[in-house]
């Protein structure tokens, strides 16, 4: 069991830069993958980004080279640099944890924890 805690959403405006972090309890974080998922109002949840239990990392297209999924397993914390954001970068952002990772770390019910979701909104 494993309970999610996202912080760091916001406004701000385009071209901006936000951090989003997830702090996780217990003691196996190590041993989860770890995503960002995210939804706007009237879309369906989308795939950001992932990391490995080993640190290999996953991006949407969409957010390629703008976005920095991390990790730091000493202190429970997986993160989302978000660079160059964009208006359509707003929606709610979810982390979320995948205990048994076989999958592409890609799909929302590959995962078996979620936390409440951070909002940012970016204007234009």
């Known amino acids: 069991q494993v309970q999610l805690v996202e912080s760091g959403g916001g406004l701000v405006q385009a071209g901006g830069s936000l951090r989003l972090s997830c702090a996780a309890s217990g003691r196996t974080f190590s041993n989860y993958a770890m995503g960002w998922f995210r939804q706007a109002p009237g879309k369906e949840r989308e795939f950001v980004a992932a990391?490995?239990?080993?640190?290999?990392?996953y991006y949407a297209d969409s957010v390629k080279g703008r976005f920095t999924i991390s990790r730091d397993n000493a202190k429970n914390t997986v993160s989302l640099q978000m660079n160059s954001l964009k208006p359509e970068d707003t929606a709610v952002y979810y982390c979320a944890a995948d205990q048994v990772p076989i999958g592409t770390l890609r799909r929302p019910y590959e995962y078996e924890y979620w936390g409440q979701g951070t909002q940012v909104t970016v204007s234009s």
């Open positions: 990391i490995t239990r080993s640190g290999g990392t």
